[in-house]
């Protein structure tokens, strides 16, 4: 890197030193230096986030036959407060002649939660990206997210917030039930 490129101060470097003056520290003192650079790094790795491959499909001889994958943990940042909310997701669906690789469920979950976010759009946009991958007009998500913005200002008390995508058979009682239970039995599912 030449001096002049050096020299350029990172913008969201020089908003991380604004807002610690604002708040009344001094972003020169020991403890805070290196804060603004950590910021800077901190919201570049979060909204530039990465997921890898998200599309790897095997062929099956078992389609009609429920797929549920609970416990893929995600944080977020909401959208309105800027501040940090986790979600517990659940997913299921029903093959087609393809199923999806095990780890492709994490990775789109995270690949969505890597933005400014609402859990309701959250649930969604995982829903419509597991349909399009698979083919499968048989989708279900499920979130349950705790939210910073609620336990951390305003009412300050912390609560689960739970959002629910059910599409093509996920809308018969029948299999909105298994998948339920799949996800309440799970013991990721019973604890978020």
Request: net charge negative; aromatic share 6%; proline share 6%.
């Amino acid at each position: 890197m030449g001096n002049s490129e050096a020299m350029v101060p990172d913008p969201l470097e020089k908003i991380a030193r604004a807002l610690l003056v604002e708040i009344g520290e001094d972003p020169d003192r020991e403890g805070l230096q290196g804060t603004p650079a950590r910021y800077a790094r901190w919201w570049r790795e979060f909204t530039e986030y990465d997921p890898g491959s998200i599309e790897t499909l095997f062929e099956t001889s078992s389609s009609g036959e429920m797929v549920a994958v609970s416990g893929i943990r995600v944080w977020s940042l909401c959208e309105h407060h800027l501040l940090p909310f986790s979600c517990r997701v659940s997913i299921g669906y029903v093959p087609q002649d393809h199923v999806l690789g095990l780890s492709k469920f994490a990775r789109i979950a995270h690949q969505h939660a890597h933005r400014l976010q609402l859990q309701e759009r959250l649930t969604s946009d995982i829903a419509d990206t597991i349909e399009k991958l698979t083919a499968s007009p048989d989708v279900a998500v499920i979130c349950k997210g705790e939210h910073l913005c609620m336990a951390m200002r305003g009412i300050r008390t912390p609560a689960t917030m739970t959002t629910a995508v059910w599409r093509g058979a996920f809308d018969e009682p029948a299999a909105r039930g298994e998948f339920i239970a799949l996800h309440s039995n799970s013991p990721h599912g019973q604890n978020s």
